[in-house]
């Protein structure tokens, strides 16, 4: 599934920003990744996996090698906290960076205990290792880096 919440935001960007009649730039490109993986990507990507985590609980213990513990409900409603910050992101500006913070002490701190059961247990099932811990550390590195060259290049064209 987690193709689905980076590649579906990249695309839409990539397709946004080819078909906009708006003038082409690093800045007009780097806002709309942000927009569209801050919409989908953690706002709709984090609704689905808060729901899942409150409603089927089992299904992510299972997917995660773990027992079931009612903290996964919890987590559930962290990850829905962060679809909400998202989702707001995508109308309110402002919203960007808080969104992308949050996200990413969270993501880095999963990151964390799944390299902690990956050491202490081997546990290798697909929720623990692989292409879910990748994206745990690397998803708001990109954003953060997106959120920079943002920043960075709307600055330069306020002063061109």
Request: glycine share 10%; aromatic share 18%; no cysteine.
């Given at each position: 599934m987690w193709y689905i919440f980076t590649g579906v935001p990249l695309l839409s960007a990539l397709i946004h920003f080819f078909l906009s009649k708006k003038p082409k730039s690093i800045n007009r490109i780097t806002e709309l990744l942000l927009l569209w993986y801050l919409g989908v990507g953690i706002g709709i990507g984090s609704l689905f996996s808060g729901l899942v985590q409150v409603l089927s609980p089992e299904i992510v213990a299972q997917s995660t090698g773990?027992?079931?513990s009612p903290f996964l409900r919890e987590v559930g409603f962290a990850n829905i906290s962060y679809a909400v910050l998202g989702l707001l992101a995508?109308?309110?500006?402002?919203?960007w960076t808080p969104a992308i913070i949050a996200y990413a002490i969270f993501m880095?701190?999963?990151a964390a205990g799944h390299i902690y059961e990956i050491?202490?247990?081997g546990n290798?099932?697909?929720?623990?290792?692989?292409?879910v811990l990748y994206m745990d550390i690397l998803m708001?590195?990109?954003?953060?880096i997106l959120l920079?060259?943002?920043?960075?290049?709307q600055k330069n064209?306020?002063?061109s």
């Open positions: 773990w027992g079931y995508v109308r309110f500006r402002n919203f880095w701190g999963a050491q202490q247990t290798l099932s697909s929720g623990n290792a692989g292409a708001p590195v990109f954003l953060i920079i060259i943002y920043h960075k290049t064209n306020k002063s």
